[in-house]
């Protein structure tokens, strides 16, 4: 029996009802009088170059970590045995639309804009949402993937600031997440 909090079906409708309630709270504590809600996020278009530049940064990242995860002993994730090959049409569509949104307006949109200019500067902004990125995941994965995840926030964060919008970071996410959802969900190769 699956634990309950690893359930496919619990996980997606939890998912669905973390992103309406709470990106709109996000979105209207960031918004001021007469801002359009995606500038209050940041979301604002970057040139196609760069969009390029960190898809090919976040492309070789993935492909190590995908290495790494295959050459060395990393225990089992009872979350990714549990979806491993279902073809879980909630859990694909909450980890590939849901996931990055809401992920992206919380940490980088959110925690960017509220941390960025005080005392903890760039590396500070980095570590807390990254840490706060990791721990959000730490009911599913093990110690292997929940690193892989901490540096995968680390490059989040990275492209918010290097570009100044929260497109970056939302398109990398959500392509992380594409992959995922075919290699583990449809094509079952979790192991």
């Given at each position: ?6 359930d496919p079906d ?182």
């Open positions: 029996m699956i634990p309950f909090s690893l619990i996980l997606s409708w939890s998912y669905l009802v973390q992103f309406v309630v709470f990106v709109p709270l996000a979105i209207l504590a960031l918004k001021l009088p007469g801002q359009k809600w995606f500038e209050a996020i940041d979301l604002k278009w970057v040139p196609t170059k760069q969009i390029a530049q960190w898809t090919g940064i976040w492309l070789a990242c993935w492909t190590t970590a995908l290495l790494l995860y295959w050459q060395l002993p990393v225990p089992a994730d009872p979350f990714l045995q549990a979806v491993n090959g279902t073809r879980h049409q909630g859990v694909a569509l909450a980890s590939i639309l849901l996931a990055p949104m809401f992920e992206e307006i919380i940490f980088r949109g959110c925690g960017f804009r509220l941390w960025r200019h005080t005392g903890l500067g760039l590396h500070g902004t980095l570590l807390l949402t990254s840490v706060l990125f990791m721990l959000m995941h730490i009911h599913q994965y093990s110690w292997f993937v929940l690193m892989l995840i901490f540096f995968f926030g680390v490059l989040l964060g990275l492209a918010r600031e290097k570009t100044g919008s929260l497109l970056i970071p939302l398109l990398l996410h959500t392509l992380n997440n594409v992959f995922a959802v075919v290699l583990i969900i449809w094509l079952g190769i979790a192991r």
